[in-house]
């Protein structure tokens, strides 16, 4: 009897590639070395800035590791995790973009001949969540508290984040800018701080001028002007309205039809709707503002109530800047003209002030009493510098914020990596056994893993060296040899018999880096559950 043969179902795409086991693997490793690699000269003390063309032809000149990896466009899985990990790291921390990439990809090169010898994924996975949580140990166990309200202490770690960056011969600028923004957005809500410097710490790039001339503002600017050129425009101690409502006649939300019989319907039609504007108008102006700010449209005729008033209106305003200059003036956006209030009213501001700058007009709320929003006004030569700096400017605010946040410090300068480094080798030793050891301490180099966490300091120094004809890391630094198998750990040694805050001192001659303890702990979160993800896959 003949069994009748059973169609063939196809499931994927006859031209479609696919790839499973070791060979799928090692493309994820290859792939997320590569783009470790693209960020790999823009770490350290002598790290260069790297120039972009965006897909339209813009130009994008920037040493950030997240501004980088955006731009660039890539169809490999295993790489795309590698760019969203650094993307991650940006949004919950603000720094550490470019060390996260770096270690994720020396884990993935030390899991490599681990897979080459056939030990399973699974195996390699576990030993390095283990190591993982042992290491977060560490972080926590060398971390030291530090006093917020000292700014010095706050800007011996900002200062670190930006020595680096393009930024770094306006560090101390920079620095008390990023402190400064950072507690004026800062809200104590019992006893738990609320810094939102995201939507309340707006950055204003206005081309033209120096970057010393660069300002963090004690109020907000916004990028209008008055309706009228009438209307006054500077005003002491302004009484601030703002609202949420048009300032004339609400039109229909459907199509409306009127029919007039007579003539004088249609001088009816108009009489209503300047009635209505003016007792919208007149119940404003019964709380005698100075200033009225409102985001939908101001028609002409309001214009006409308000200028008689010599009152000053603002119309069109963004939603978010509605709400800061809410913080500053200590005044209530309003939703109906007819409800407003005296303690809607706002009277925080010291100055209202409209200035034009280039060929913009900017109106300012300044000297304002315990303002809760800042403008942060940045000025430089050109659109490429203004972005840069504000991305520099970024990675300081998230810092302050982090530190404020959470204020514990750890040693920079790759000293925290080397630290950890040591103490995984010794806890491989005594503690794990059997297969797992290996990811722990290998006797090659490439495969300890351990070694791969003080490979964040060793890529600084290579940065440095790569530029430097005499080959010597900058400042005296202990120079890490290369082209030697074992070398990288004997930097570690070195690390252990100096002290635990040994690191690359890329500030100067004695200099101490330090760096936030929340960066450093989802650097390494971040990277080594990459790393496992594109091993297991």
């Known amino acids: 009897m003949m069994i009748p043969q059973q169609a063939q179902i196809i499931v994927l795409n006859p031209s479609a ?39 339209v032809g813009g130009i994008v000149l920037t040493n950030d590791g997240n501004a980088i990896l955006r731009e660039i466009e890539v169809a490999h899985p295993a790489a795309k995790s590698m760019i969203e990990i650094s993307r991650a ?23 490599q001949m681990f897979i080459e010898k056939d030990i399973h994924p699974t195996i390699i996975v576990s030993a390095y969540f283990r190591a993982l949580e042992k290491a977060l140990k560490i972080v926590d166990e060398i971390a030291t508290d530090i006093n917020i309200d000292d700014d010095k202490e706050i800007e011996k770690i900002v200062k670190s984040s930006v020595a680096t960056k ?17 507690r004026k957005v800062t809200i104590k809500k019992n006893d738990r701080l609320e810094i939102d410097t995201k939507r309340y710490a707006k950055i204003e790039k206005i081309p033209g001028g120096t970057i010393d001339e660069c300002i963090v503002l004690d109020g907000v600017m916004i990028n209008k002007d008055l309706t009228h050129p009438q209307m006054r425009r500077r005003i002491e101690n302004p009484r601030v309205v703002l609202l949420d409502c ?38 404003i102006l019964a709380q ?43 005044a209530t956006v309003v939703n109906r003209s007819e409800e407003l209030q005296e303690s809607d009213v706002g009277t925080s501001c010291g100055l209202f002030e409209v200035k034009k700058i280039g060929d913009e007009y900017f109106c300012y709320f300044v000297q304002c009493r315990d303002p809760k929003a800042c403008s942060i006004v940045l000025r430089g030569a050109t659109k490429d510098v203004l972005n840069e700096v504000e991305r520099n400017l970024h990675d300081a605010m998230s ?22 480094a040591c103490q995984l080798n010794d806890y491989a030793t005594k503690e794990v056994k059997g297969t797992e050891q290996w990811p722990f301490k290998a006797r090659n180099v490439q495969c300890n893993r351990a070694s791969c966490l003080s490979l964040r300091s060793y890529t600084a120094d290579t ?38 805050h040994a690191g690359l001192q890329h500030l100067g001659p004695g200099g101490r880096q330090e760096a936030g303890h929340k960066v450093c702990h989802r650097s390494l979160l971040h990277a080594a559950e990459d790393c496992c993800y594109c091993v297991g896959d």
């Open 246 to 283: 048009p300032l004339e006649y609400k039109k229909g939300e459907s199509m409306t039809n009127m029919e007039l019989t007579r003539e004088d319907d249609f001088k009816k039609a108009l009489m209503i709707e300047e009635e209505e504007v003016r007792k919208t108008c007149e119940a």
């Open 399 to 420: 810092v302050a914020r982090n530190i404020m946040l959470n204020p514990k410090l750890v040693p920079g300068g790759g000293a925290l990596e080397m630290e950890i």
């Open 166 to 182: 393009f930024v770094s011969e306006w560090g101390d600028l920079v620095c008390k800018m990023a402190i400064d923004a950072v």
């Open 463 to 500: 940065g440095a060296e790569q530029r430097d004809g005499r080959g010597a890391p900058p400042y005296g630094a202990a120079r890490t040899p290369r082209g030697r198998q074992g070398d990288e750990l004997r930097h570690c040694r070195e690390h252990r018999q100096d002290r635990r």
């Open 89 to 111: 790291q940006d949004e919950e921390v603000g720094d550490g973009t470019k060390s996260v990439v770096i270690l994720a990809g020396e884990f993935l090169e030390s899991a």
């Open 288 to 330: 005698n503002p100075d200033v009225v700010i409102t985001e939908k449209g101001v028609s002409d005729l309001a214009q006409h109530f308000f200028l008689k008033k010599n009152v000053s209106v603002i119309r069109r305003l963004r939603k978010t800047d509605n709400n800061r200059i809410a913080r500053v003036t200590g």
């Open 17 to 55: 590639k696919r790839e499973s086991g070791r060979k799928a693997q090692l493309a994820n490793i290859h792939a997320a070395k590569a783009i470790a690699d693209v960020v790999r000269t823009t770490l350290g003390p002598r790290s260069m800035l790297k120039m972009l063309l965006d897909p």
